[in-house]
């Protein structure tokens, strides 16, 4: 058979085919032409007769063909340079749209708006029919999609390693104030970013065997497995901004083999044969729509291993020259591990290098330490990845063994250290004692670092989750604190700030976000914060706007916005911010407050759940609940709305956020790793609500204690607290607000009479909670008033606001990439 995925080199005589195509003329004449082409000659249809699904396709593909070149440019550059890049794995990417972005990308969003005018259509009902590649759970993946946007931006060489799941993260829909979960079938009118290549698919293994054989006197193990499937890349395009660079995100579907499917079929077995490519093609079907919590699941393990053992085959065997010296992969690559997801990778390349390039295993071993480094994601105990041995073992058995070996030369060297420790062997054991494989510890020892995601997480990192691993390896842990592309979040989400931003001191802020701090003097300058609130109230209306005809919600632009949108768990503490919205409602309805005394508020409310997790889905049933009574009830006078438009996505995000006036970040300390959402409030002007947990540590550090509601226990102190036991009754006797609060969901004010239907939601509160949210009720109310005496003085408080961004400049994925290359990669962009 012929070999279809090596390239052949043509040798042209043409001058035109020695180079990539150029890019169309960047003129409206030369977009219409283009855009023109791509719907004749790509959708086979005429402008008259296309439906709006083919004009966004040849929109696409338009901008496509403006990138292409470059595209082509920096695929060569990646296989001939001598650089060093980053190969980003992750399970996730929570991409968002593209289109927008690319034109921003190339600086053609005003040429096509004006072409696609031309041709007498409207640019945004085109742009409104694009379904976002939802690839991510939500601050994890988000925060890949950030970082592979700052790379190509800063010229840094990257391919992002992932999974093209056929089904995204679920579609949220309410029934009845309850989730109902709907399939996320994004590629049903197929996708025009995607560049599929069927011939350059991996044969991925699973199952089998092992066994050992003798090689010229020397004995070697290989790996027989039982079945395999193909690995097929599909290949997107990563356009930096405006500098002409684009990098690749390599996304891998599984199909199943031809040959495993053809013995099943000639042995006559043809259901067996149909249902064997099922079950290959269910390995990129679908995301675990978990958010920290794994499940252990069996495809789980395999989507894991199947893309990153493509991904790693892929670097080794077809970018890397086929002569390449494997000793010195290190001065080419390294593998960034995001979260423990791809863990499975370290012993993937030490059986790649050892069982099939023929290394010496502590050769190998030297090689891989240098190639991976680890980032961690969590605090949550539950939340750190295991791997029953017995499933590893009948998956990846050959894995198993190497892991087994990584352990026991590791463990010796604790021996070494410590002498016969059997406490802290078990302890630092890769092993568990039940046996289980701690990918988190296998990341820590392999990795070259390990790194937190922000500085307080990465404090607790050391000192509280990986301590004997911080003493035996000094100077391997360190901090990189997470970032949020401003493309996206500031420029694309809110282009009216963004004109302002420039006009007050020009341009280059985009790619240096510090400038901000030149706005810092404009906050004093009352013509500058008139114009600065204006741009905020506008937003309100377009949020207004979209929230109508998306959901057909009302918002009230007179309201002082409070947002809390994030993914539902109980760590971040939804029922804390419902419990003084229900307080509030409770001081108006028995006649504690006039209606006219409270500040009028519209809260906003976006969460998925993950299906299985039925207090999360609880929760939001008791929030839609609430709104139902609150946004009704005559007595409130329309000063309370809750608003939960469902589905918060990336899209959503992109509306609310430069919206918001208040950002709601109020997770237990010592739970939240970083958030990412809160950066991106803090860039658009909302003031924040928060604990001092993850990074609204260094938020609050930056713009100032006078400029952000601090709350609630510190991390020391919620240790305290556990320590001595907690006990949420103590609280509730304490403040009769809350008590107020908790007795009128248990009446049933908010079911129809019925306390039993949220009786779980209150008792969880009152009698477990591991995240103590009755603890910080009283210290969360008091900072309320303190947001309502400030957004009183709309001077003052828009004033806060623009201090808010001048100050957050350090929150650009810029920065955090910047961080990774001095500390971790030591990959410098190439010109
Ligand atoms: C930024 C973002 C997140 C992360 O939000 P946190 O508040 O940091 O948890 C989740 N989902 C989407 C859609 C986002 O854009």
């Not at 042995?267 to 067996?272: A, L, M, V």
């Not at 495809?299 to 077809?318: H, K, T």
């Not at 808010?804 to 920065?815: I, L, P």
């Given at each position: 058979?012929?070999?279809?995925?090596?390239?052949?080199?043509?040798?042209?005589?043409?001058?035109?085919?020695?180079?990539?195509?150029?890019?169309?003329?960047?003129?409206?004449?030369?977009?219409?032409?283009?855009?023109?082409?791509?719907?004749?000659?790509?959708?086979?249809?005429?402008?008259?007769?296309?439906?709006?699904?083919?004009?966004?396709?040849?929109?696409?593909?338009?901008?496509?063909?403006?990138?292409?070149?470059?595209?082509?440019?920096?695929?060569?550059?990646?296989?001939?340079?001598?650089?060093?890049?980053?190969?980003?794995?992750?399970?996730?990417?929570?991409?968002?749209?593209?289109?927008?972005?690319?034109?921003?990308?190339?600086?053609?969003?005003?040429?096509?708006?004006?072409?696609?005018?031309?041709?007498?259509?409207?640019?945004?009902?085109?742009?409104?029919?694009?379904?976002?590649?939802?690839?991510?759970?939500?601050?994890?993946?988000?925060?890949?999609?950030?970082?592979?946007?700052?790379?190509?931006?800063?010229?840094?060489?990257?391919?992002?390693?992932?999974?093209?799941?056929?089904?995204?993260?679920?579609?949220?829909?309410?029934?009845?104030?309850?989730?109902?979960?709907?399939?996320?079938?994004?590629?049903?009118?197929?996708?025009?970013?995607?560049?599929?290549?069927?011939?350059?698919?991996?044969?991925?293994?699973?199952?089998?065997?092992?066994?050992?054989?003798?090689?010229?006197?020397?004995?070697?193990?290989?790996?027989?497995?039982?079945?395999?499937?193909?690995?097929?890349?599909?290949?997107?395009?990563?356009?930096?901004?405006?500098?002409?660079?684009?990098?690749?995100?390599r996304l891998w579907s599984a199909q199943a083999t031809q040959g495993?499917?053809?013995?099943?079929?000639?042995?006559?077995?043809?259901?067996?044969?149909?249902?064997?490519?099922?079950?290959?093609?269910?390995?990129?079907?679908?995301?675990?729509?978990?958010?920290?919590?794994?499940?252990?699941?069996?495809?789980?393990?395999?989507?894991?291993?199947?893309?990153?053992?493509?991904?790693?085959?892929?670097?080794?065997?077809?970018?890397?020259?086929?002569?390449?010296?494997?000793?010195?992969?290190?001065?080419?690559?390294?593998?960034?591990?995001?979260?423990?997801?791809?863990?499975?990778?370290?012993?993937?390349?030490?059986?790649?290098?050892?069982?099939?390039?023929?290394?010496?295993?502590?050769?190998?071993?030297?090689?891989?330490?240098?190639?991976?480094a680890y980032t961690c994601h969590t605090l949550l105990p539950e939340?750190?990845?295991?791997?029953?041995?017995?499933?590893?073992?009948?998956?990846?058995?050959?894995?198993?063994?190497?892991?087994?070996?990584?352990?026991?030369?590791?463990?010796?060297?604790?021996?070494?250290?410590?002498?016969?420790?059997?406490?802290?062997?078990?302890?630092?054991?890769?092993?568990?004692?039940?046996?289980?494989?701690?990918?988190?510890?296998?990341?820590?020892?392999?990795?070259?670092?390990?790194?937190?995601?922000?500085?307080?997480?990465?404090?607790?990192?050391?000192?509280?989750?990986?301590?004997?691993?911080?003493?035996?390896?000094?100077?391997?842990?360190?901090?990189?604190?997470?970032?949020?592309?401003?493309?996206?979040?500031?420029?694309?989400?809110?282009?009216?700030?963004?004109?302002?931003?420039?006009?007050?001191?020009?341009?280059?802020?985009?790619?240096?976000?510090?400038?901000?701090?030149?706005?810092?003097?404009?906050?004093?300058?009352?013509?500058?914060?008139?114009?600065?609130?204006?741009?905020?109230?506008?937003?309100?209306?377009?949020?207004?706007?979209?929230?109508?005809?998306?959901?057909?919600?009302?918002?009230?632009?007179?309201?002082?916005?409070?947002?809390?949108?994030?993914?539902?768990?109980?760590?971040?503490?939804?029922?804390?911010?419902?419990?003084?919205?229900?307080?509030?409602?409770?001081?108006?309805?028995?006649?504690?407050?006039?209606?006219?005394?409270?500040?009028?508020?519209?809260?906003?409310?976006?969460?998925?759940?993950?299906?299985?997790?039925?207090?999360?889905?609880?929760?939001?049933?008791?929030?839609?609940?609430?709104?139902?009574?609150?946004?009704?009830?005559?007595?409130?006078?329309?000063?309370?709305?809750?608003?939960?438009?469902?589905?918060?996505?990336?899209?959503?995000?992109?509306?609310?956020?430069?919206?918001?006036?208040?950002?709601?970040?109020?997770?237990?300390?010592?739970?939240?790793?970083?958030?990412?959402?809160?950066?991106?409030?803090?860039?658009?002007?909302?003031?924040?609500?928060?604990?001092?947990?993850?990074?609204?540590?260094?938020?609050?550090?930056?713009?100032?204690?006078?400029?952000?509601?601090?709350?609630?226990?510190?991390?020391?102190?919620?240790?305290?607290?556990?320590?001595?036991?907690?006990?949420?009754?103590?609280?509730?006797?304490?403040?009769?607000?809350?008590?107020?609060?908790?007795?009128?969901?248990?009446?049933?004010?908010?079911?129809?009479?019925?306390?039993?239907?949220?009786?779980?939601?209150?008792?969880?509160?009152?009698?477990?909670?591991?995240?103590?949210?009755?603890?910080?009720?009283?210290?969360?109310?008091?900072?309320?008033?303190?947001?309502?005496?400030?957004?009183?003085?709309?001077?003052?408080?828009?004033?806060?606001?623009?201090?808010?961004?001048?100050?957050?400049?350090?929150?650009?994925?810029?920065?955090?990439?910047?961080?990774?290359?001095?500390?971790?990669?030591?990959?410098?962009?190439?010109?």
């Open positions: 058979m012929k070999n279809l995925s090596t390239p052949s080199r043509p040798q042209p005589t043409h001058p035109l085919a020695a180079a990539p195509v150029t890019a169309p003329e960047a003129t409206v004449d030369g977009f219409v032409e283009q855009f023109l082409r791509n719907l004749n000659n790509g959708r086979g249809v005429a402008l008259s007769a296309s439906t709006p699904n083919d004009r966004y396709f040849a929109l696409a593909a338009t901008v496509r063909d403006y990138l292409m070149a470059r595209w082509l440019e920096d695929v060569r550059r990646q296989r001939t340079a001598q650089s060093k890049g980053v190969a980003y794995l992750s399970a996730e990417y929570l991409l968002g749209r593209q289109l927008d972005n690319n034109l921003l990308a190339t600086g053609l969003t005003e040429i096509a708006g004006e072409a696609l005018a031309a041709c007498g259509l409207d640019i945004d009902e085109v742009r409104a029919l694009e379904i976002e590649p939802g690839l991510g759970n939500g601050g994890l993946g988000r925060l890949a999609a950030c970082f592979i946007d700052s790379l190509a931006t800063m010229g840094v060489p990257n391919i992002g390693y992932g999974i093209r799941y056929e089904y995204g993260i679920f579609r949220q829909t309410f029934v009845d104030g309850q989730q109902v979960e709907q399939a996320d079938s994004w590629l049903s009118l197929g996708s025009p970013w995607e560049f599929p290549h069927p011939e350059a698919a991996q044969t991925i293994s699973f199952g089998g065997h092992t066994e050992t054989y003798d090689d010229d006197g020397v004995t070697r193990s290989r790996w027989i497995p039982a079945w395999n499937v193909q690995a097929v890349p599909h290949n997107y395009m990563v356009p930096g901004y405006h500098n002409g660079r684009v990098n690749t995100l495993f499917d053809l013995r099943t079929f000639n042995s006559g077995d043809y259901q067996e044969a149909v249902r064997a490519q099922t079950y290959a093609e269910n390995i990129s079907k679908v995301l675990y729509p978990e958010d920290s919590t794994p499940q252990g699941k069996e495809l789980r393990l395999q989507q894991q291993y199947f893309f990153v053992a493509a991904s790693i085959s892929d670097f080794v065997n077809l970018i890397l020259p086929r002569d390449f010296d494997l000793t010195r992969l290190p001065e080419r690559v390294i593998f960034q591990l995001n979260d423990t997801h791809p863990v499975i990778g370290v012993p993937e390349l030490m059986r790649v290098l050892v069982d099939e390039r023929g290394l010496e295993w502590d050769a190998a071993w030297a090689i891989t330490r240098e190639c991976f939340a750190l990845e295991v791997w029953p041995s017995d499933l590893l073992g009948r998956l990846l058995p050959r894995h198993l063994e190497i892991i087994y070996r990584i352990n026991d030369e590791f463990l010796d060297e604790v021996r070494e250290r410590y002498g016969d420790d059997e406490d802290r062997i078990r302890r630092m054991s890769i092993i568990a004692p039940d046996g289980a494989v701690r990918m988190a510890f296998l990341a820590t020892v392999a990795g070259s670092k390990v790194n937190g995601v922000a500085e307080l997480h990465s404090q607790l990192l050391r000192e509280k989750v990986l301590p004997d691993f911080d003493e035996f390896f000094p100077g391997k842990f360190t901090n990189v604190t997470n970032g949020v592309t401003p493309r996206r979040f500031v420029k694309l989400a809110n282009p009216g700030l963004s004109r302002l931003i420039t006009d007050t001191i020009g341009p280059g802020w985009l790619t240096d976000l510090e400038r901000l701090r030149e706005l810092e003097p404009f906050a004093d300058d009352a013509s500058f914060r008139q114009a600065f609130a204006s741009v905020k109230a506008a937003n309100k209306r377009a949020l207004a706007k979209t929230l109508h005809a998306r959901d057909g919600l009302t918002v009230d632009d007179g309201h002082m916005l409070d947002v809390m949108v994030k993914r539902l768990h109980e760590y971040k503490r939804q029922t804390l911010k419902l419990l003084h919205i229900v307080s509030q409602y409770d001081a108006i309805v028995s006649g504690r407050v006039s209606p006219a005394e409270v500040t009028p508020r519209t809260f906003v409310f976006g969460a998925k759940a993950a299906p299985g997790y039925a207090m999360a889905k609880r929760i939001i049933h008791l929030i839609n609940a609430v709104g139902e009574v609150v946004n009704t009830d005559p007595r409130v006078e329309g000063r309370l709305a809750v608003l939960f438009p469902p589905n918060y996505n990336v899209t959503l995000a992109e509306r609310v956020v430069p919206a918001a006036d208040l950002s709601e970040q109020i997770s237990l300390a010592g739970k939240e790793a970083s958030g990412t959402g809160n950066m991106k409030f803090a860039l658009n002007g909302a003031l924040t609500i928060g604990t001092d947990d993850g990074a609204n540590v260094e938020i609050r550090q930056l713009v100032g204690d006078e400029n952000f509601f601090l709350f609630g226990m510190t991390e020391p102190e919620v240790a305290t607290l556990a320590d001595g036991g907690y006990h949420p009754i103590d609280f509730v006797r304490a403040d009769e607000n809350l008590q107020s609060a908790l007795d009128l969901i248990s009446s049933g004010a908010f079911s129809g009479g019925d306390g039993s239907v949220f009786e779980p939601v209150v008792s969880n509160l009152v009698h477990h909670d591991p995240f103590m949210a009755l603890a910080d009720f009283t210290s969360y109310a008091a900072a309320q008033q303190k947001v309502d005496a400030l957004y009183a003085d709309t001077e003052a408080w828009t004033r806060s606001a623009i201090l808010n961004v001048a100050r957050s400049g350090f929150f650009s994925s810029d920065r955090s990439m910047r961080d990774y290359i001095d500390r971790i990669w030591h990959t410098p962009p190439v010109r």
